[in-house]
């Protein structure tokens, strides 16, 4: 996904937001590719979910702070 105002491909703080708001799929599916082969990943992922935890319309966000929460109970 190209990401907007980026210009490279790593998973950055804004990446990972602009991933979760605007990404489709197979966005997603990178990323949770990404998550299980670095789980630092995971406190990025955190850090960017967590700004919208009080949002009850950021779905995309707290799925992805719920699927940080599960995969750090598994680990």
């Known amino acids: 996904m190209e990401h907007r105002h980026l210009n ?3 998973f ?3 990446a990972i937001d602009d991933v979760i708001s605007r990404g489709n ?3 997603w ?3 949770r ?3 299980l082969a670095d789980s630092a990943l995971l406190n ?3 850090r960017v979910c967590g700004q919208y935890a009080s949002d009850p319309y950021a779905q995309r966000h707290l799925f992805w702070l719920r699927y940080v929460e599960a ?3 598994t680990a």
């Open 8 to 10: 490279h491909q790593r």
């Open 44 to 46: 990025k992922v955190e």
């Open 25 to 27: 799929f197979n966005d």
């Open 29 to 31: 599916a990178e990323l």
């Open 71 to 73: 995969h750090r109970k």
């Open 12 to 14: 950055t703080l804004a």
């Open 33 to 35: 590719r990404a998550v």
